[in-house]
């Protein structure tokens, strides 16, 4: 004799609409009061009848077919560490082997228009190879360390979702460029004559020649920023990926009009204020992505005052001055320098000249008070006590998460039911249950390996 194990224990499955049919038939075929107070009860639906309630379910739409442009951007995503390491040790060896080929390729490693006779360097085209080997070097760098060092790093610290991963491994890289170059700006700042005299800016105009560590620090920021525009195109793009473009065009512009019409001064200035903010930002999110919420939301608050204080108070400072001070202190014109970089140098600073920076000034304000909201958003979240979250680029990799958790619950499910849930599958055919378990019963994971840099 046995004990009969009751229907609701969970180890039939779930029965479906004919399970239910063939159960209540069986019911009332043994209680004949039954079946026919049930078939007396019976009547043909009508026009008013609604239809019975449908449970809905979420659909998630469908990929599209991959074209040329993701095809080639995904090959450039892969081959990123080999393609730039293999451009690097092609202009080494070239350099090694061809000795008359030197004084051309030595501007790739080196600050042109070296003055011995003050010391400092001048600028012109050939600055344009330094700009471009930094980039080079740059898509290197960041490569590598992500794959190779702050991938693993992210994985000993817990993080196990894709996402996490390639969020932590980015947020570090910002982290340690931001941090070295803005040690160096605020260095050559506090030794600079504009150290908290925003009037200096425009002394002196122009400003022909700069030290060699002032010159690279510009070129390699200007180097960055450029790479940045080809890293957000090539890779997977987020929902403010034209906002970050839009502000990654105005940077550049702005550093190239600078170093071009000699205004460096108040293009550091700028460089300085924005680094130190991405500086705050990047460590309260590695904070969040840890795990570290409590400490997360007070970095996150940190950082609100700094960007506040900075992106829209220092900045704007420095916009005034440009508006108020630069034609106050230089005198409207073209000024011509025969220098040793060109026979003659001629540089412009007009009233239209002032316009063209203001717009592009204004522009990159926009962008931050658009962002500046997004930020309010997430500091709402804070304080009702939802956490700190990123708003403008965290949604771009829910569908892996969500496969993820997916799987997970499809995994619990197995192993509460054991057998009896495997002979639910095969005696029901839900659709929902064999589209989660290949044919040995296992769960089947949906996610599909993709390499954050090289193979």
């Not at 600050?111 to 740059?138: A, Q, R």
């Not at 940045?228 to 403010?240: H, P, T």
């Not at 509460?416 to 089947?444: C, D, E, L, Q, Y």
Request: proline share 4%.
């Amino acid at each position: 004799m046995h004990t009969p194990i009751p229907e609701n224990s969970g180890l039939y499955g779930e029965r479906t609409n004919g399970d239910v049919a063939l159960s209540s038939g069986a019911e009332n075929h043994r209680n004949p009061e039954t079946r026919r107070s049930v078939k007396g009860s019976r009547r043909k639906p009508t026009a008013t009848d609604e239809p019975p309630a449908r449970q809905k379910r979420k659909i998630r739409p469908a990929k599209a077919t991959p074209g040329f442009t993701d095809g080639a951007a995904a090959f450039l995503v892969r081959n990123q560490i080999r393609m730039s390491l293999s451009l690097i040790l092609t202009l080494a060896a070239t350099h090694v082997s061809f000795p008359h080929l030197r004084p051309t390729l030595r501007k790739f490693y080196e600050v042109s228009y070296f003055n011995p006779v003050t010391g400092l360097y001048g600028k012109g085209i050939d600055d344009l190879y330094l700009v471009f080997f930094w980039i080079v070097l740059f898509t290197f760098l960041r490569s590598t360390i992500l794959d190779y060092v702050f991938v693993p790093l992210a994985r000993l610290g817990g993080i196990n979702t894709k996402k996490g991963v390639v969020r932590f491994s980015e947020q570090a890289w910002l982290v340690v460029y931001y941090g070295s170059f803005w040690g160096v700006g605020m260095y050559l700042m506090y030794n600079s004559p504009y150290w908290f005299n925003m009037e200096e800016f425009w002394t002196d105009y122009p400003v022909h020649e700069v030290s060699g560590l002032f010159k690279w620090y510009y070129l390699a920021q200007f180097a960055f920023w450029l790479q940045q525009i080809f890293v957000l195109n090539i890779e997977e793009w987020r929902k403010d990926h034209w906002q970050m473009f839009a502000h990654h065009i105005i940077t550049c512009a702005l550093v190239s009009a600078s170093y071009t019409h000699h205004l460096t001064r108040v293009g550091h200035a700028i460089l300085c204020v924005m680094d130190v903010i991405d500086i705050m930002l990047s460590i309260a999110k590695l904070l969040k992505y840890l795990g570290y919420s409590t400490i997360c939301d007070y970095a996150f608050g940190l950082f609100l005052v700094g960007w506040i204080a900075g992106r829209h108070g220092a900045y704007n400072m420095i916009t005034y001055s440009v508006i108020t001070d630069s034609l106050r202190v230089i005198k409207p014109g073209c000024y011509i320098r025969n220098t040793f970089t060109f026979k003659t140098d001629v540089v412009c600073f007009s009233k239209p000249v002032q316009r063209c920076f203001i717009v592009l000034l204004v522009g990159l304000q926009i962008i931050t008070l658009v962002w500046l909201y997004m930020i309010l958003k997430v500091a709402y979240r804070v304080v009702t006590g939802a956490g700190a979250d990123d708003t403008r680029s965290e949604d771009e990799a829910d569908d892996d998460d969500e496969e993820v958790d997916e799987m997970d619950e499809k995994t619990r499910q197995l192993s509460n039911g054991g057998a009896a849930a495997k002979k639910a599958v095969t005696t029901n055919g839900t659709a929902t249950a064999t589209k989660s378990m290949n044919g040995n019963g296992h769960p089947r994971s949906h996610l599909l390996s993709q390499p954050l840099g090289g193979d």
